[in-house]
């Protein structure tokens, strides 16, 4: 019953792998899930260095290209330029808190007038900090520019509502980094959701095989602040 003249909330999603490897059917699921609550769903390919021999900073560029462009073509996409969510896990959480942090890495060639900050944020395990302070890998991959897109230093009163799911034993992903997000998103009078998972490890959202608890448990708690956003309607 979809039609180009909806105006339907939308989201995407963007994959993990380290900026380095991964691919879009990662959130395939998640897609079809939001899809059959109304809302368009889409996961966005973006460069990667094992494809494209490109750094975290091309990332940044195309999660925020991904998110105009929705916008741009929401009037042909049935979409609500006004309800448009990012979202992704690990390397792709830091591409979709990116979206709705950092300043700059705009394409020259694109429309401006065109905000590419979306309206929430969906964020799976996410890179948060790629300082010295945050994700260890962030200095020695990106250097003295580390900064330059590290999402909990662009926090501002405007940084869209946000909830993130996240493992209290994440050994890749410090927990303590998005627990500083959220303490920091909340000072500037932000809403951030963080939902713990005790004991868990990196990537344990995704819907495998013989191990789909905690998939079905994100997904609930992602509905509930969906619905809270007025983007799904309530069972």
Same mark, same amino acid.
């Given at each position: 019953?979809?039609?180009a003249?909806?105006?339907?909330?939308?989201?995407?999603?963007?994959?993990?792998g380290?900026?380095?490897n991964?691919n879009?059917?990662?959130?395939?699921?998640h897609?079809?899930?939001?899809?059959?609550?109304?809302?368009?769903?889409?996961?966005?390919?973006?460069?990667?260095k094992?494809?494209?021999?490109?750094?975290?900073?091309?990332?940044?560029?195309? $999660? !925020?290209?991904?998110?105009r462009?929705?916008?741009? +073509?929401?009037?042909?996409? =049935?979409?609500? /330029?006004?309800? @448009?969510?990012?979202?992704?896990?690990?390397?792709?959480?830091?591409?979709?808190?990116?979206?709705?942090?950092?300043i700059?890495?705009?394409?020259?060639?694109?429309?401006?007038?065109?905000?590419?900050v979306?309206?929430?944020?969906?964020?799976?395990?996410?890179?948060?900090?790629?300082?010295?302070?945050?994700?260890?890998?962030?200095?020695?991959?990106? $250097? !003295?520019?580390?900064r330059?897109?590290?999402?909990? +230093?662009?926090?501002?009163? =405007?940084t869209? /509502?946000?909830? @993130?799911?996240?493992?209290?034993?994440?050994?890749?992903?410090?927990?303590?980094?998005?627990?500083?997000?959220?303490?920091?998103?909340?000072?500037?009078?932000?809403?951030?959701?963080?939902?713990?998972?005790?004991?868990?490890?990196?990537?344990?959202f995704?819907?495998?095989?013989?191990?789909?608890?905690?998939?079905?448990?994100t997904?609930?708690?992602?509905?509930?602040?969906?619905?809270?956003?007025?983007?799904?309607?309530?069972?």
């Amino acid at each position: 019953d979809w039609k180009a003249s909806d105006t339907r909330p939308a989201i995407v999603f963007f994959f993990g792998g380290g900026w380095k490897n991964g691919n879009p059917g990662q959130f395939e699921p998640h897609c079809k899930h939001l899809a059959s609550k109304g809302m368009v769903a889409c996961t966005a390919e973006y460069r990667i260095k094992s494809k494209h021999d490109t750094t975290p900073f091309e990332c940044v560029a195309d $999660g !925020k290209s991904a998110v105009r462009w929705i916008r741009e +073509h929401a009037s042909e996409l =049935g979409v609500d /330029p006004q309800r @448009i969510a990012a979202g992704g896990g690990s390397a792709g959480g830091h591409v979709a808190a990116c979206t709705g942090t950092v300043i700059g890495f705009e394409e020259p060639a694109e429309n401006k007038k065109i905000s590419s900050v979306p309206n929430a944020m969906v964020l799976f395990n996410p890179v948060v900090d790629t300082t010295e302070t945050g994700w260890k890998g962030g200095p020695s991959q990106l $250097g !003295k520019r580390c900064r330059e897109i590290s999402p909990i +230093h662009f926090i501002n009163k =405007g940084t869209p /509502p946000t909830i @993130i799911f996240h493992g209290t034993a994440d050994k890749t992903v410090l927990f303590e980094n998005v627990e500083r997000f959220t303490e920091k998103m909340k000072q500037n009078d932000n809403r951030c959701e963080l939902v713990a998972y005790e004991g868990e490890g990196h990537g344990f959202f995704n819907l495998r095989k013989n191990s789909e608890d905690n998939y079905h448990s994100t997904i609930k708690k992602l509905d509930q602040f969906l619905t809270s956003l007025g983007y799904i309607e309530p069972k």
